[in-house]
């Protein structure tokens, strides 16, 4: 069993993971900026992933950090939004002494076609400007050697759908089935995600869980 922080638990994809780590035994401290309760035997706690101080105080005790926090809805850039949250992610770590980091990251820095998701004909211009600000933090994430992170890209499409069990874990190319298409359900995902918590499959890296 392990002692998680989880931020952004409140979430459609935090809810899902939070559930996911009760479901298996873990101990688990679901933080949000409201302090709001999210799942049935988890410890809510109010806190802001983008304060380096929070994520400390928070991290303290902890085994994992988890992270699943959105993109801001207050108007403000979102590269320097997303970087500034895993810089404090990465930097509360450090003071609390917590080594494992495990972030809900973006399929557009995927590699598709010799090139990047995100940059693929058909990906939704809509999406662009946060697909691209993930692909910042990834690249933030990726100078990053004294923390053992992992950086786990869904999809193209996630959505909620069945928690089948089923599905397969690839490295930092998107994965598609036989009809050409790329999508995990929430519930899916959540299962790939704590799997890694439990049996990692790679360090400081990125992988995808898709069907």
């Known amino acids: 069993m392990s002692a998680v922080a989880l931020f952004g638990a409140t979430g459609s994809i935090g809810r899902a993971i939070a559930a996911e780590l009760v479901r298996r035994g873990h101990q688990v401290t679901g933080v949000s900026r409201s302090g709001a309760g999210s799942v049935p035997g988890v410890t809510p706690a109010a806190g802001d992933a983008s304060s380096a101080a929070d994520v400390a105080r928070l991290a303290a005790g902890a085994d994992v950090v988890i992270s699943a926090t959105g993109p801001r809805r207050d108007g403000s850039d979102p590269a320097e939004s997303q970087v500034g949250v895993a810089r404090a992610l990465v930097d509360g770590l450090r003071t609390a002494g917590v080594g494992r980091l495990i972030v809900v990251g973006g399929a557009g820095s995927l590699r598709q076609d010799g090139g990047r998701h995100v940059d693929s ?50 490295g930092d190319e998107l ?6 298409v790329s999508r995990i359900s929430i519930d899916d995902y959540a299962i790939g995600l704590v799997d890694q918590l439990e049996r990692p499959a790679a360090r400081r890296a990125q992988i995808t869980v898709a069907y």
Do not use: C
């Open 121 to 170: 004909p058909n990906f939704p211009a809509a999406w662009k400007p946060l697909a691209l600000a993930a692909v910042s933090a990834r690249d933030f994430y990726l100078t990053v050697s004294d923390v053992d992170w992992l950086y786990v890209s869904p999809a193209a499409v996630i959505e909620p759908g069945a928690r089948t069990g089923t599905f397969r874990v690839g």
């Open 175 to 180: 994965l598609t089935d036989a009809s050409g």
